[in-house]
């Protein structure tokens, strides 16, 4: 959550900046929100490939629950 508190006042800083020097941000506000939409759902889709195709995790009998255990 503070990561977000962080990027929206970077991104307010950073606008504000831009009206004071009177500059146009670089791009058209609809292409950047564009591209960053495509940024986030690309970093989404390579985390869920990732998650997909790892392969299984095994669990050891050292790490398995007292219940599964076999008992005396």
Known sequence: MIGYLVS???G???GM???LVEVRSPAPPLIAL???LGMVVGE???DMA????APPAHI???QAP??????D
């Open 8 to 10: 929206l006042l970077m």
């Open 12 to 14: 307010l800083a950073v």
């Open 17 to 19: 900046a831009y009206g």
């Open 34 to 36: 564009v591209g960053l």
């Open 44 to 46: 989404q889709a390579v």
């Open 50 to 53: 990732k998650r997909q195709f």
């Open 60 to 62: 050891s009998a050292a």
């Open 66 to 71: 007292d219940a599964e255990r076999s008992s």
